[in-house]
């Protein structure tokens, strides 16, 4: 049985217990390649590209044009928040030396040892921090889609910031950073449980405990620019290349099926999705197309590194269709508000990916192959507990922060101000004056 | 015939055409306009720039009724678009000579 | 006489009848260069970028407000299918074992044998597949702009499935994959005939086939939004660099050379529409500056690894003056709807670009040099050859493929619909809710 | 004291008086790097991006609706117009062999001896120079926002072809081409002096010598579409990697430092804009946030591959103080109309970069070191000195060339075109027809 | 003096200038407006959330026209608008006490 | 009362507004409409396909005002929009049977 080859693997010390193997820790061997550097840079790139201006247009279309600018500000402001964090304290937090197996130390706060010459693996570790806070910054962001159109700015300030430090640092440790999640073998390449099911689960408490917009359901909310949200869809896409075949931290053949089989398991997803809209509801719509393409970016995030391209259509497919049925049947039998559905797409995508992920890792299925000694069920347990464990952590401290947080300065806008727009509101501004 | 034409709350517009069909007022037309008057508008803001804005967004709602349907559409406008605050708008009634249904050529009271 | 040094030349076995040495064909000597694989996973994440976003908005900005979303939701679902109709079959079509130099076996069908380690000259199979695949997405989203406003999407999608296996995947062979006219010495870099020609004799068939828009000319049909056709304009020439440069399948000395000759063709272009328009009409206006800009890229496609800087010139020269005449004076002459101009830009710049670069082509005129024992007349003869074989061929299949499905299915919505509008009555969405 | 180990840096012969070996002259011991073409066959297109569509984008958005396409047609055309003087004289006077450390000469016109194998450093000279293009090409550009919404079209083709020649491409010379500027060691690393403020200072001249656009500043000049202006703030942002990361032409641990440093500077920037102006009026704007991100971008611009993240960070914040100033309080102050703050943005963010470059740069703040010899104080010293003679010399020369065609040619439009919008008046086209 | 106010279905505008201009009708306001009456709008569907929408499109064209002219007036906008099928639209007629041409002061038809 | 209709250039708007405030009228309308009269329009290029637009964009302001205040406010509006070129506008007067304030039920020149 052939084991994955990646260069990312064998840095981050997969099925190995050597878990100080991670990256970021630059040793005396590690020699910098050009093409290696120039691939993540670009990567770097492209992931930043996701967030802004990807996810803003994605989220901006599909609000009201009176919160349009509001969901982009909250993505730009979370881009520089995460960012000056990144560089403080939360790159240590997550990449730091390791304390059991939890959280890094301070070791590496404000970037200290973070110099010119300092290579991690192939690449510059200001490249490797820099790409690895574009993933920091896009996790939030996601979460915008859930409490769209009614949260305060300055609570979101205040919830990203502390989400960011106490539940978003230790879960990128647990996986990547040497942490017991990716030291017992949990398989997470691009990351379907740290950001997609992460920042799906904080959006689905978020949306439960800010309580549904006014109206909603009864009342139409049309999405204002459907246009800019197929933009935005196009752009995530696209950036995604970066986000998968850029976590294998090198230009290489893992790199290079990374991106072939995000490619063909998002085609899949958003096919899927169509056929489902067209045969139940009579005819496909563009933001069908479009959410199942995100569905299945999602759901192949964790698996693109393991997979092969058979896998990589089966996943997609599965996604596209678990996701159709949780945005549109549960989510409105259940009755909660996750505005733009980060939860529906987001968290059951990166579930399904997740646990996929486990099957068809095995070489027999076209993948990479399973760790030495272990079987598709005992690898798709331990992708479960893997889901388990950031479902549990992220849903009970996320519902914690925001309890808090509501009970000392209140997440919610007042009615009125919900009516007249959050962009008038909150930021004197208004999206569109075209007339 | 009257021509009732209603400046209303936005949000207040689906409300509105209920009451109104429930009375018997069978069309009406709608403009999307902006109203000034005792409520307050808001400011914006664009790199320092004030603009303080007077106007509000408003609906404007026309029907052509029937004499004998004007005071109870009058009545279930208002009902429907009152909320009590400043800026619920105003109904304006005039009269009409002539009205005609461009696809049957039908006149009058059969026209509406 | 100096000969072309391009990695791909060799690869490809240009100038020699060694056209087994296409790529795709994993070698024993092939060793991967980091350096490659990056820019060429870049460079399909710039192709990729063409399409989605950049085409669809391209497209959008120009139909009426109605059908915006409908052609974005046209070259959206392309992507998708096009992506799982490659991996499941076409790419083998395209690029396995040659037979009889007009089509690919099934060898490589469900992408079998395209595994991680598998390298193609010096990056990864994978990533030579993805990026061909690229290609063949933004072939038929192309065609979408000669019947953009008017056609069913279920039409278009059996349209296309049928297309990019009966046409397009035998001419890529022909060109690209070991087929006949790479095999005389055609000489098409990055996809003058395969793309361009071939895109723009499909559209303009089908321009015909459905016959003109309800009320074309005489009813105004203003574009609905320049501002975003500014922006899909800017959006393909900076994927451009991706189609062209990255054709050469490596990051050398001749990827360089195409980036240079393809933004100096571009530039050469616009301008010249621009000041044609001028002195015609008395103003020059933003679509027409970029209709030039698209021109001159269509133009410098096939020439791209074969031409000097100087030779660039004239090619966007002309190819701004011919595609001019052609959308603004013969369209309206002979009166077909060519909706969006993908004849008129992408038939005949391509048509230009493929004769011109048996003339620039000339060690003489700036370019890379001429094979042995060729001339600059026996070149144009060449290339010429390319450009009728793949007009009659795609034209005449073209055809066939159209008639028989208005046949079985029926091509176009009915009047009430296109009254109405292709978003509200295909897709149940409005591209614009901004009030 | 350690000494910056910029390739670049070596290259340009920063510190050292080797006026020489500047980039462009290709030597015997140069040899291609396939991973750092890679990289900046990317940066190139990088930096394209981030004019067409960035900063088109950004600036459409801010302007009314009737003049949207009149600012990204201008964008546009300065691309075109830009590229073919370039290739025909503009590239060889900036880096054409030096002329007492005054201007090129004319040994590089029509990009003479720049072939397919001629490789400069450890790119193809092809690349090197097409990388610059997109900075000649962005500078013009940035000056657009200052006459925006009252310029003839053609006035502005004739100040922009004058300009490039006679003001860009000497200051170009002068700091990067091995002239005087450079060989006195003032640091610029990607083009504060040379873009930023050389655009500011020529945008403000613009805004005086062409006077306020009617009825500013009482009449309300409400953006029209400030999403767009996201968006493009957004890709300029994300294009901005390849401005400073690219402008090292390789990919080492100075790119990946000063892709760090760019990202952090420009967040910083952000954030400090964002609460100073909740402070000072009472709520955050998505306008004010991009905007203080683009100040960082500005900032931060000369310094990135001299500093570390914690100078950045300082850097960012500084930029994001001063340029709030100078555009909410200085300019409504002095009464000029500079329509979208190109001074206060470009040229205040690039003299505040300009100079603190000259503090950051020590190895004592975490910056590469200084030259032999230098100190802070002496370094800032050499760094105002850049900073005065861009002003002085560009200054004038654009005063002197407005006055010029302003008598032969007229740079305005008249009162009754302005108010009827430059896009139907000068190219009889409209940015929005959306119902 | 008459308000003559059409409420027809937006691709008729040009028919309906033209036919007006015909009779001697020489400037018009045009307003985009929504109709809602018999004919039946459309539903819209935006991941999973189904929207009925029930007005339509239309346009309205209000001319000022002298007593001499309304009949004319109105036979041609019935005219130039009818298709036969539902949705064609009305014509509402009122009466004008004044109109005053801002560039002139003139007054009455003169104004027209 | 009276219904006054002004049809204006769309950057009198603001000045209207003040002009018809000190004579005390307190409410008004406002809706941006499509003008056709002797002002001519544009010409729009598209690819070689040249449209001719014969429509200005102008504002209408609708004002009900107490019978008192017509004639003021009509000067106003006349002074407040006048340029003295092509296409100033026109308004227009007609009457009112009635009018009612939503928010308080008041009516007549109560209600304005
Ligand atoms: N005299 C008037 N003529 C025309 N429209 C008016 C008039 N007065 C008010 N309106 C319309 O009614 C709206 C509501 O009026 P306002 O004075 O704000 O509050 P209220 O309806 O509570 O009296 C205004 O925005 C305007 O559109
Ligand atoms: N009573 C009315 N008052 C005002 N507008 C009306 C009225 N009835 C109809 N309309 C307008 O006329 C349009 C067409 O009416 P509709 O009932 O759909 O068909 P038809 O014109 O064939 O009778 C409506 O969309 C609406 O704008
Ligand atoms: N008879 C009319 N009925 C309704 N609106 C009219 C009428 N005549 C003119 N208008 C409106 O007044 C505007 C100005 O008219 P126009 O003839 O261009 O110039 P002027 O105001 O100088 O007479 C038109 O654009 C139109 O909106």
């Given amino acids: 049985m052939k084991f994955n080859i990646s260069k990312k693997g064998l840095r981050l010390g997969i099925g190995s217990l050597l878990a100080s193997a991670v990256p970021g820790i630059a040793s005396a061997q590690d020699v910098l390649d050009s093409g290696d550097t120039a691939w993540m840079l670009t990567a ?12 803003s247009l994605f989220y901006a279309g599909m609000v009201r044009a009176k919160n349009a600018l509001s969901v982009m500000m909250q993505c730009f402001a979370i881009t520089c928040l995460m960012t000056v964090l990144w560089a403080l304290y939360v790159y240590s937090l997550a990449f730091g030396n390791d304390i059991g197996g939890l ?7 404000f970037m200290s040892g973070v110099g010119v010459d300092v290579v991690s693996g192939t690449i510059p570790e200001t490249v490797f921090s820099i790409f690895q806070l574009t993933f920091a910054v896009i996790t939030p962001a996601l979460i915008v889609g859930a409490f769209a159109e009614r949260m305060k ?9 502390l989400w960011v430090t106490i539940v978003y640092a230790p879960i990128a440790h647990w996986v990547w950073g040497g ?26 408490v978020a949306a439960i405990v800010l309580g549904k917009r006014r109206g909603y359901p009864r009342t139409a909310m049309k999405p204002s620019n459907l246009v800019l949200t197929m933009v935005g869809a196009g ?10 075949a850029g976590s294998e931290l ?14 063909i398991a998002t085609a899949a997803a958003a096919l899927t999705w169509m056929f489902l809209e067209w045969f139940n509801h009579g005819k496909p719509s563009a933001l069908g197309l479009v959410s199942g393409a995100v569905a299945g970016l999602v759901a192949i995030t964790p698996a693109s590194g393991f997979v092969g391209p058979m896998g990589a259509l089966v996943i997609g497919a599965a ?3 678990m996701c159709y049925l949780a945005v549109v049947k549960v989510k409105h039998a259940l009755g909660y508000d996750d505005s733009l559905d980060a939860f529906g797409v987001h968290g059951i995508g990166g579930i399904v990916g997740a646990i996929l992920t ?13 760790a030495e000694g272990a079987t598709i069920v005992s690898q798709v347990g331990l992708q479960a507990l893997g889901v388990v464990a950031t479902i549990i952590y992220c849903g009970v401290v996320s519902f914690i922060l925001l309890k808090v947080l509501d009970a000392v300065i209140g997440l919610r806008v007042n009615a009125e101000e919900e009516e007249e727009g959050l962009d008038l509101v909150l930021h004197d501004e208004q999206g569109y004056n075209l007339t | 015939m009257k021509l009732i034409m209603a400046v209303v709350k936005p949000f207040k517009l689906e409300d509105v055409r209920q009451a109104l069909g429930e009375t018997g007022v069978q069309g009406l037309t709608v403009t999307e306009v902006k109203g000034f008057g005792r409520q307050k508008g808001h400011t914006e803001l664009y790199r320092g720039a004030e603009y303080s804005v007077d106007f509000v967004p408003k609906t404007k709602i026309e029907a052509a009724v029937p004499d004998a349907l004007v005071d109870q559409a009058i009545e279930a406008i208002v009902t429907a678009a009152s909320t009590g605050s400043i800026g619920d708008g105003k109904v304006f009634v005039s009269s009409l000579d002539h009205a005609v249904r461009i696809r049957t050529g039908e006149t009058g009271d059969q026209a509406l």
Same sequence: chains 1, 3, 4.
């Fill in chain 1, 44 to 55: 770097t790139a492209l992931v930043l590209f996701m967030t802004i201006p990807g996810l």
């Fill in chain 1, 103 to 109: 959280v890094g130390d301070f070791s590496k706060a």
């Fill in chain 1, 153 to 161: 700015f300055s609570a979101m300030l205040w919830f990203m910031t």
């Fill in chain 1, 179 to 204: 942490g017991w999640l990716g030291g017992l073998g949990v398989l997470d390449f691009a990351g379907g449980t740290v950001v997609h099911i992460n920042a799906g689960v904080a959006g689905l």
């Fill in chain 1, 235 to 244: 752009m995530l896409w696209v950036g995604w290349f970066g986000f998968n």
């Fill in chain 1, 250 to 263: 090198a230009a290489d053949g893992v790199a290079g099926m990374a991106m072939a089989v995000t490619q």
């Fill in chain 1, 319 to 321: 996604s596209g269709l």
């Fill in chain 1, 358 to 370: 486990g099957v068809f890792v095995d070489a027999s299925l076209g993948g990479a192959g399973l």
